[in-house]
């Protein structure tokens, strides 16, 4: 089979297409033939060697969609034929690719390849940011940083499905201030050219966001601080500026305020049983059209690297997609 090899941590021109040995799956393993996967920032931050990547040489990616090919001992619930969406073991910018049976969910047929490759990531992360971790409540403010993102538009849609009674993000460009509200956003506010933080104050009659999603860090997490409510949910899922931001406790526990972190990565390595259902939910929101992947780019498996480069360059809108087959 043909498959993407990182050879050596660093740029994108480590990035080979090459042969690769069709791994045959082990018991509770299923084989995919893969149709599609998305390109997530963890592949790139993998591909420096920050989190995830290796052992030397490695195929990057997490999540796919695909037709069940062939079963390992003891699985069941799953057959060969099946169109599924899974989160496979050693990478996905493959022709074929082997997951776990705990982590490969099936989809209907009216879910297109490319609307089910941009689901997995930041379909089921958004939910769990919402209605688990920040436990969202009907008619309360949510605030999504990096709300053109693919998951700050899942999100944004998502926010507004489970209740939130306004929805405002923030992002780096007005180009994606405007994707973020075509996206469903009440209000956008970019980042880069004003103080977010201010603006949400006056969006919010100086109450504040109840529910705060932030995948940046640094200053961004800083300036979220001050328009958090009372009662409010902080929560942190990623750092895409490098950088870390610095929280008072006393801004905490006067306020009756919370910060709360979240990994859809640790989820699926210590507890994946906990994704089945949220996998479910997404895939019937999906099915039912009240969910619609917002897809920015898509590539071959051949332009992985470019693929790469494209959201490095930061003007990379909704999901970027690998066409496969």
Known sequence: MKAIHVTEFGGSEHMILAEAERTVPAAGEVLIRVKAASVNFADIKARYGKKGGGP???????????????????????????????????????????????????????????????????????????????????????????????????????ARILGAGKVIATAGSPEKTAYAMEAGADYAACYTKEDFQVNVMEWTEGKGADVILDSVAGAVTEKSLDCLAPFGRLVNFGNASGKAGSVQTSDLHSSCRSLLGFSFGMVRKKKPHLVKASAEKIIGLLETGRLRMKIGKTFSLAEAAEAHNWIESRQSMGKTI???D
């Open 56 to 158: 030397l040489p490695y195929i990057p990616g997490i999540d796919c969609t695909g037709t069940i090919e062939a079963l390992g001992n003891g699985v069941k619930g799953l057959i060969p034929g099946q169109r599924v969406i899974a989160f496979p073991s050693k990478g996905s910018y493959a022709e074929h690719a082997v997951a776990p049976a705990m982590l490969t969910f099936p989809i209907p047929e009216n879910i297109s390849d490319i609307q089910a490759a941009a689901l997995p990531i930041a379909g089921i992360t958004s939910l769990k940011l919402l209605e688990e971790v920040a436990r969202i409540q009907h008619g309360e403010t949510v605030l999504i940083h990096a709300g053109a993102g693919g998951v700050g538009t899942t999100a944004i849609q998502l």
């Open 322 to 324: 690998l066409i496969i």
